[in-house]
């Protein structure tokens, strides 16, 4: 934990968050700009800043979040309708906080981006 990082600070409750999902490895709270109906952000308790520099040890960590993302839809009703995932990395993308986290964009007809 860096206590720097809003998010680590989100997973240590040191700030709230709206909670939509939480175990041992993974914590999923609403965004607080949503630009969609549904509008979560996925991310892993431990800090982990960016894919770049990820080894073998953090694919256990990377399946977990993305099986984390799937139960979120699916708990958020998103599975019929669909939904996006999204993870912005550097400042091309617009990544503003420093922690991996993955967007679930649902709950309205998402404009097609590639
Ligand atoms: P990025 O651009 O880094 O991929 O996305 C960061 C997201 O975190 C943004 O959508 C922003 O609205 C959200 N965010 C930033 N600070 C907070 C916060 O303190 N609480 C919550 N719930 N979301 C935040
Ligand atoms: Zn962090």
């Known amino acids: 934990m860096t206590t720097d990082c809003i998010?680590?600070?989100?997973?240590?409750?040191?700030?709230?968050?709206?909670?939509a999902y939480?175990?041992?490895?993974v914590l999923a709270f609403a965004d607080i700009n949503a630009v969609a109906p549904i509008h979560t952000l996925v991310i892993p308790k431990q800090h982990i800043t960016?894919?770049?520099g990820m080894t073998a040890e953090h694919e256990p960590s990377l399946g977990?979040?993305?099986r984390a993302a799937a139960e979120v839809a699916r708990q958020q009703k998103l599975v019929e309708s669909g939904y996006r995932l999204v993870i912005n990395q550097g400042a091309d993308a617009g990544q503003m906080v420093d922690h991996l986290h993955v967007h679930i964009l649902g709950g309205r007809t998402l404009g097609s981006m590639v």
Do not use: K, N, W, Y
């Open 50 to 52: 960016f894919l770049e």
């Open 64 to 66: 977990r979040l993305l």
């Open 7 to 19: 998010f680590c600070r989100i997973v240590s409750g040191d700030l709230p968050s709206a909670q």
């Open 22 to 25: 939480s175990d041992d490895h």
